[in-house]
């Protein structure tokens, strides 16, 4: 299984990216996809998750700027980011967690670097 996620790149506070990750692999029964990030000197947070049944939940930090969405035949999760701030500088990583077995599967990666 691998996840590639893309979309990073340098933008100007206030702009937007879209970040995208897709697995590919004998992947199944997917339980949720989510975003997190880390970034220098700093521990990884979780940014947004959306389950299986669409429910999405977003850090304090994003919520209102952020919208996390999957396609499910695609198994692919995107993360639209608007109003981007210079906090908001990390490397971003996409998870999938499965269940029945309960695996967890990490992406390579992405930076995004928001200038001010």
């Known amino acids: 299984v691998q996840l590639q996620a893309s979309g990073g790149g340098l933008v100007q506070a206030g702009g937007s990216l879209r970040l995208s990750c897709a697995a590919s692999?004998?992947?199944?029964?997917?339980?949720?996809m989510g975003w997190y990030r880390q970034a220098p000197g700093k521990q990884r947070e979780w940014v947004a998750i959306?389950?299986?049944?669409?429910?999405?939940t977003y850090a304090d930090s994003v919520k209102g700027r952020f919208t996390i969405s999957r396609d499910n035949a695609k198994n692919t999760v995107y993360l639209q980011m608007n109003s981007l701030k210079a906090e908001d500088t990390a490397v971003y990583y996409c998870?999938?967690?499965?269940?029945?077995?309960?695996?967890?599967?990490w992406g390579q990666g992405t930076l995004v670097t928001v200038s001010s």
């Open positions: 959306i389950t299986s049944g669409d429910s999405t």
């Open positions: 692999g004998s992947i199944f029964r997917i339980s949720s």
């Open positions: 998870r999938v967690v499965t269940h029945t077995p309960s695996l967890i599967y």
